[in-house]
């Protein structure tokens, strides 16, 4: 692309965050590191630790985010030992050799571990951050609630589990020796569950492999007593057909929503499980089928049991009925949903703050670095407003007329501005506007984002940031496994082929839903445009993508409307309408566009602003929703659909 003296916003972060395989697993590149201190969060390395998730019996572990540049962030768990632990070389080496086994697997039914590092000479696990809820804390949540647990969630729980167990059980060295994984800690808390409706088996702190040191341990009990089995009781060596013993405990509780074993204490409990007793009649009122399956499960002699977490699965599977057959990923999605709005709530706020933090610093660090002057570039009057929607009318972007016969590649760009002048929602609103042809360029270096836009609506985005490539985001969105994305590459690269033709022609997904995926992926891209709040852009009017593309059936004002409602930082918007906060908001232009699709609650507010010349602060006051007022004013003004006038008296 041609220079042609513009000038990008000043690199001063080191490259973004590489992924790489190795040995399979995905893993985070080490050479990178957070610049600048962070205030609000405490900094981990190159992670910010954002909430607490859980103090288990060896570590805690915390919901964390990795920062590429500026506004690339990924969300992860961070698990690191506790403190105390870290003298225990016994603990110490378990931590490392949990990271060490889990590393090496790489399943949807297991949690990814990235990354094992250290800090200040405190080890710690990075891994796949599952946003969700762990089964110990469904069960609770549902017993004070007085619900009982559902029993096809209960089977797929079970089934999914089984589907992670055997893998890890069956796994084997590249040389293909098998590895003789076995978990050793099946139990209600390390099987979570995502609000989206996957299930992950977590916690391989205490699994053994072939290749584990282990002859200081000999008798020591690993894992939950409740969940633990008659042979890992007597501290016996334990095989694959413990864990499965461990699941069936789970599945009766999960059923019953009480304990299979009671005991005073721990002691009584453990001989209780070296002679194999238990409480049977506890699941005497469970269905046949589902009693069968935990019968088999928990027999005393492993011989008993199903010889392997597959062959449990698919005899659970061929005995299910109506009441009894797994829930679909959605209807998981759907409970946890209503189960924990809340706490999905509370997260994404958090989230939502966090992000704003580090965009805010890393903001801070740019202007320091720039010394906040940006030469060469198309002036836009601000008067002090970082995203210029008041004080009256600006105007739109400043065009420089497009040379005649220059449509190659190489053509420099019509239009050339700063997002600080100029925010994407404003360009967004002036294309679909004036309906224009052409490409907008979002850079922030060494990122560019291209929209390509058909009469003001965009028809195709394109990005050179490796995890926003179409397989990357098929994998993230749980619909492409890690193997099959390899395969699927590799089966493009001896062909010759796109990847996309290649995901067809290996019949991985069918063109309805390869468009449906574009369409979401599409999307996303966009979206994440509207959490960046510094950067540059270009468009080329009447620039067309190479390829041919699908009509994916976007419109801009529609993007307009959940850019601004879900990803701009909260901290922008309010920062812009708390000095607008006495201002009279005054509606103006012609209609609202119909792609907007505004609320009931949302027209209403459009009318008493018709009616009424309401201040910003008082439709705060009425309201008793100060976020959700300033994103619908905030999007109004961008849209140039009302003012914000200083009021009269
Ligand atoms: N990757 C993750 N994503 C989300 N939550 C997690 C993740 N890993 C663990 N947790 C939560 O943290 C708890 C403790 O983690 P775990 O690895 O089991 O540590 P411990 O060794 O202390 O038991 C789990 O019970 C689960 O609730
Ligand atoms: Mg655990």
């Known amino acids: 692309m041609a220079q042609n003296g513009l000038k990008r916003p000043t690199e001063i972060h080191p490259p ?29 390395g190159k992670y910010v630790l954002i909430d607490h998730i859980s103090s288990g019996g060896m570590a805690d572990v915390y919901r ?32 490392t050799d949990e990271a060490k086994i889990a590393s090496r697997l790489v399943h949807p039914n297991i949690v990814q571990i990235y990354d094992l590092g250290e800090v200040e000479s405190m080890p710690f696990i990075a891994m796949e951050y599952v946003s969700g809820r762990d089964l110990y804390r469904v069960l609770k949540r549902l017993a004070a609630m007085n619900r009982k647990f559902p029993w096809r969630l209960a089977t797929l729980v079970i089934s999914d589990v089984c589907t992670g167990l055997h893998y890890a059980h069956d796994f084997c060295s590249p040389d293909g020796q098998p590895q003789e994984i076995v978990h050793r800690d099946v139990s209600p808390r390390n099987v979570v569950l995502a609000y989206d409706g996957d299930v992950k088996l977590t916690d391989f702190g205490v699994a053994r492999a072939r290749d584990r040191e282990e002859h200081t341990e000999h008798g020591v009990i690993k894992g939950k007593v409740r969940y633990i089995s008659p042979e890992g009781a007597k501290g016996e060596t334990v095989d694959r057909r413990s864990d499965i013993f461990s699941l069936g405990i789970v599945l009766a509780e999960m059923l019953t929503m009480a304990p299979l074993r009671d005991a005073p204490n721990e002691m009584v409990m453990l001989l209780d499980i070296r002679k194999g007793y238990f409480d049977r009649g506890r699941i005497d009122e469970l ?28 005899d659970l599977l061929s005995r299910v009925d109506a009441a009894t ?15 924990f709005t809340d706490d999905i709530e509370r997260e994404k706020r958090s989230d939502h703050k966090a992000e704003q933090d580090l965009v805010k610093e890393m903001q801070e660090l740019a202007d320091e670095a720039s010394g906040k002057s940006i030469p060469n570039q198309v002036e836009m009057p601000t008067e002090g407003n970082p995203l210029n929607i008041f004080g009256g009318r600006e105007p739109g972007p400043v065009a420089i007329p497009a040379r005649a016969n220059e449509i190659e590649p190489e053509a420099p760009p019509d239009l050339i501005g700063d997002l600080m002048n100029q925010s994407l929602c404003s360009l967004f609103h002036w294309l679909a506007e004036s309906r224009e042809d052409g490409r907008l360029d979002l850079i922030r270096e060494p990122v560019r984002k291209s929209i390509y836009f058909e009469e003001g609506h965009p028809i195709f985005a394109t990005s050179n940031i490796e995890s926003e490539r179409f397989g990357e985001f098929l994998v993230a969105d749980g619909q492409l496994s890690r193997e099959q994305h390899a395969e699927v590459l590799d089966f493009a690269a001896r ?10 022609a290996l019949d991985v997904c069918t063109p309805n839903q390869l468009f449906t995926s574009l369409g979401a992926q599409v999307r996303d891209r966009i979206h994440d445009l509207f959490t960046w709040i510094a950067g540059s852009f270009e468009f080329y009017h009447d620039a067309k993508p190479v390829d041919p593309v699908l009509p994916l059936n976007l419109r801009s ?16 918007v309010r920062k812009i309408m708390r000095e607008a906060f006495q201002r009279e908001v005054v509606r103006c232009g ?23 010349r309401p201040t910003v602060a008082e439709l705060v006051q009425r309201e008793k929703d100060e976020e959700w007022i300033f994103r619908l004013i905030y999007m109004l003004a961008q849209i140039e659909r009302v003012e914000l006038v200083e009021a009269a008296n």
């Not at 907007?596 to 459009?606: A, D, F």
């Open 16 to 44: 973004s965050i590489r992924y790489t395989l190795l040995d399979s697993s995905l893993r985070l590149d080490l050479s990178y590191t957070v610049v600048g201190p962070l205030k609000i969060m405490q900094s981990f």
């Open 64 to 95: 964390a985010k990795v920062q590429g540049i500026r506004g690339f962030t990924k969300t992860v768990a961070i698990k690191r030992i506790h403190e105390h632990l870290l003298e225990r070389t016994r603990f110490l080496r378990m931590f």
């Open 287 to 314: 269905p046949e089928a589902l009693r069968t399956v935990i019968d088999r499960a928990i027999a005393t002699d492993p011989d008993d049991r199903y010889p392997t977490a597959a062959a449990m699965r698919d």
């Open 325 to 339: 057959q797994p829930m679909t990923k959605a209807e998981v999605a759907t409970f946890m949903h209503a189960l």
């Open 495 to 504: 062909k010759g082929m796109r990847f996309t033709e290649a995901l067809l």
């Open 557 to 572: 004002h529609t993007l307009i409307h959940e850019g601004i409602q879900e990803r701009l930082p909260l901290g922008v």
């Open 590 to 612: 012609s209609g609202i566009p119909a792609d907007l699709h505004l609320s009931g609650r949302q027209l209403r507010i459009v009318r008493t602003i018709e009616d009424e």
